[in-house]
């Protein structure tokens, strides 16, 4: 016999004894006792009698038809949606831009004698506003002064200025919004004095006589539009003032 086989043979002995692979463990009472507890449970289940319940059964059927509701809808099927763009109302309308309103109250602030309407002059309109502030800026830097950064802050300060005003001396509350607007398509005869500015100089005597009448021009429009549009008679003098005070700022800015 050589090494290896005897290496081989001494390999595979074992003092594990085989008998204890074939030992049987019995079961213990507690474990029958377990066993037994479970089939009398399962045994106690009650058995589902079909005959004994018809009714449910037959309620339990579907008689109505695959993807229809039994109930009756909530809302009516016969909706029809109309795809017609001509009912639609046009998008300035929807913006609230109305151009027969801008040109109205265009014409009310170049015609200072001419009476105002306060249903229309009482609207929140900012496109006019917006557009002569823009000119008023584009005219200013066309005479070499940079300078809307003045005119948009000293219009938001006096609009702030002139509603805390208006809502101490009338009855009648006013917006913001309409202050605004109010105050800014009055700006027009700045735009105008700006744009004289491009041309000719305004530093001297005829600059300072001019100026003067474009911030009457001004003062006395917003006064008027603000008296009709708040039912302040008598008080356009008292309005007129603090509107004269914001306008001669623009007026300064235009002039130096």
């Keep these: ?18 008998d204890n692979q074939q030992q049987v463990y019995p079961e213990s009472e507690d474990t029958g ?7 009398g449970w399962t045994g106690a289940l009650p ?3 079909a005959s004994a319940h018809p009714e449910m059964l037959s309620s339990q059927q579907y008689s109505g038809q695959i993807f229809q509701p039994a109930h009756a809808s909530e809302f009516p099927s016969n909706i029809t949606y109309s795809d017609n763009f ?11 831009i109305n151009f027969d309103h801008i040109w109205q109250k ?8 001419k009476p105002a309407d306060g249903s229309i ?3 929140t309109d900012l496109t006019g506003p917006m557009i002569f502030c823009l000119a008023l800026g584009g005219t200013l830097l066309l005479a070499g002064k940079v300078h809307f950064g003045y005119v948009y802050g000293m219009s938001a300060i006096g609009c702030i200025g ?13 917006s913001y919004g309409c202050v605004a607007s109010v105050l800014g398509y009055c700006l027009l005869p700045m735009v105008i004095l700006s744009s004289y500015a491009i041309f000719f100089s305004l530093q001297g005597t005829l600059g300072t006589l001019l100026a003067l009448v474009i911030i009457g021009w001004c ?20 309005v007129a003032y603090p509107c004269a005070l914001l306008y001669g700022l623009f007026a300064l800015m235009t002039v130096f």
């Design 1 to 18: 016999m050589t090494n290896f086989e005897q290496f081989d043979i001494d390999f595979y002995q074992s003092n594990y004894p085989t």
């Design 33 to 39: 006792q377990v066993h037994g507890s479970k089939k």
């Design 47 to 49: 058995q589902s009698d």
């Design 86 to 96: 001509d009912e639609e109302p046009p998008l300035l309308e929807e913006l609230g």
């Design 106 to 113: 265009t014409l009310t602030v170049l015609n200072p004698m």
């Design 121 to 123: 002059m009482n609207e």
């Design 162 to 174: 002139i509603h805390a005003l208006l809502n101490l001396m009338s009855l009648a509350s006013v």
């Design 219 to 238: 003062s006395l429009s917003a006064s008027k539009i603000f008296i009709s549009a708040l039912a302040m008679e008598g008080q356009q003098f008292l």
